[in-house]
DNA sequence: TAGACATATTCAAAAACTTGAATAATTATC
DNA sequence: GATAATTATTCAAGTTTTTGAATATGTCTA
């Protein structure tokens, strides 16, 4: 008897979801199917998760990060092993990464939906991400932080 | 009895017709599908007629050209309001195209497979082609202008 | 370790997609 | 305009995808 019952198909839903997880604070999957429920599309939490997997989605902690699968370019899962150090001061971030790497980094960190940063630069081994403030800033470094530390496989296997 | 029936999926298949209009001389569907028998995979016209719309291929006179689908990216079906003139001079193609439309054009060339050309510089109103030798030069203006004049929409429609 | 919570997987049904044969519609040629 | 050539569409079948319910498998916390 949903009054507002839509019927939209499994792209529309995915995109659906990537824009829930990255403007609200999803930590769950039930708070995914609430989510999409509250938006008019009733799914049930075994499509959440398959939904999660296919989109790469991670969860860091209490949070679920999107980043949307670009064919060539590098995934989250390289942050690992490119970055060094992170050191957050005032607004600012700064990755200290391997050598060459810096790019493909700020790269994954501006494809990353929900992340608060304005923007990055990137030099050799360096890059440095602007937030809008220092919360932010240091909010980010502990959420990169613990993608590096925590090594989590994608919510499933990819494509 | 096919001693080398290949039995590919959709995506495989589309990009063999891809290639395959781009290196030979492809005229009509019934070539595709020989062509295709050439390489092992057997389909009916039908699947040619519907792979072709859906790859956004078009006909040009007697030959066909593949702009690969890039979902934000110009269509080839903008070139007729973009495109104000072509000049072939020697190897180069001169494009004077609608002002600030150049990059848009530049783009799309570089993206047309099977056209004889190594390379684009844009600027504003403008675009150089460099073609491999004069006779590319004018082969490529040619049909250029074919499609400009031709406003043919794609062979069906496409998504 | 037990018990809760969260996520992944299995299974079967439904929905959607893919395809060839036949045919219709369109386009070129005379 | 008739005919031939080319391309598009309809239809039915076979196949693949998608999905929810149920269930299994983690993963914490006390």
Redesign the pocket.
């Known amino acids: 008897m949903d009054a507002t019952k839509l019927n939209v198909?499994?792209a529309t839903?995915q995109n659906l979801i990537l824009r829930l997880i990255s403007e609200r604070d999803l930590?769950?999957?039930?708070?995914v199917v609430q989510a999409l429920a509250g938006e008019g599309v009733?799914?049930?939490?075994?499509?959440v998760?398959?939904?999660?997997?296919e989109l790469g989605v991670i969860?860091v902690g209490n949070r679920?990060l999107a980043l949307p699968h670009e064919p060539g370019a590098a995934g989250i899962e390289v942050l690992p092993s490119f970055v060094v150090g992170i050191t957050p001061a005032q607004n600012i971030i700064v990755f200290n990464t391997r050598d060459g790497t810096a790019g493909a980094v700020a790269n994954v960190l501006d494809r990353v939906k929900g992340l608060k940063i304005v923007g990055t630069v990137a030099g050799q081994d360096t890059v440095l991400a602007v937030a809008p403030d220092n919360a932010a800033a240091k909010e980010v470094a502990d959420l990169i932080g613990d993608v590096c530390r925590a090594r989590t496989r994608p919510?499933?296997?990819i494509e």
């Open positions: 198909d499994k839903r930590g769950t999957q039930h708070d009733e799914v049930a939490q075994a499509t998760s398959r939904d999660l997997a969860k679920y919510a499933g296997s």
